[in-house]
């Protein structure tokens, strides 16, 4: 992720560039990542049209990158969460995407 926390790698369908794994991640067997800090997971990203412009790719190119992104319900406050409870029930004052619920 641009200017984000993680290891980024991209990918053409079927043909994965990872990246080695830092010091305070952790591998997940399948992980395109190369590894994710505590409290990350490994997720499949398409690439924007700006990003595929930038690589001189047309827009139809099925490419997508694989991202570090905060993991929802796992007790781990990270990123761009405002909470996490440990699960992803609603209407316990945190949303199952890890936002603050009003009441």
Not at 83 to 96: E, M
């Amino acid at each position: 992720a641009e200017g984000g926390e993680g290891s980024v790698a991209m990918a053409q369908v079927n043909l994965p560039v990872q990246t080695l794994p830092t010091s305070d991640s952790v591998y997940t067997p399948g992980d395109f990542c190369g590894g994710c800090q505590l409290g990350y997971e490994c997720v499949e990203v398409p690439l924007s049209p700006l990003k595929l412009a930038r690589l001189g790719l047309p827009a139809s190119t099925a490419r997508f990158e694989w991202e570090c992104r905060p993991r929802c319900g796992d007790g781990m406050l990270v990123g761009e969460e405002q909470c996490d409870d440990d699960n992803l029930l609603a209407l316990d004052g945190c949303s199952s995407e890890c936002r603050v619920e009003a009441g």
